[in-house]
């Protein structure tokens, strides 16, 4: 059974900390008790909340993203975390690298809950402009969805 979730892609400041804040309030809504972190492979931002942009963009969907903060996927995630799901193909080959073999089961991509989606990635929207960061939040949701619903059978 599903109760510990960890979003991750490279820095920990757009895309995974969306999907925890879009999780959490998906979750809370549908009344499942699981926890939900983000982490970057990467340890750029460690300690900082997320970019300005995607808590803005959040906000004018409901998800509060201020509380949370960078931090660096570590290999003792591999066995905290029930899944371990990564934004992109990048990132997920840099958490294989990191990751036991024995744990490997716990991969995923993020997209692989919304196929219906039309994009297996949810891109990085930090060199963009602000379409980008709604459509990080398209997807996000879509996928948070699917996970949802998946988390209840």
Do not use: W
Request: charged content about 25%.
């Amino acid at each position: 059974m599903t109760r510990r979730i960890l979003f991750f892609c490279m820095g920990n400041i757009c895309r995974s900390p969306t999907a925890e804040g879009v999780m959490r309030a998906k979750l809370a809504a549908a009344g499942l008790d699981v926890e939900v972190d983000s982490a970057g492979t990467h340890g750029y931002h460690v300690g900082a909340p997320p970019d300005e942009r995607s808590q803005q963009h959040a906000a004018r969907r409901g998800y509060d993203l201020s509380p949370l903060r960078a931090r660096k996927l570590v290999a003792a995630d591999f066995t905290r975390f029930d899944l371990v799901l990564a934004m992109d193909d990048d990132n997920l080959a840099n958490a294989l690298a990191l990751c036991p073999p024995e744990q490997r089961h716990r991969l995923k991509l993020l997209m692989d809950y919304a196929p219906h989606a039309g994009n297996p990635h949810v891109p990085d929207p930090y060199y963009g402009g602000a379409a980008g960061f709604d459509e990080v939040l398209d997807l996000v949701e879509a996928a948070c969805d699917g996970l949802v619903n998946t988390l209840r059978r």
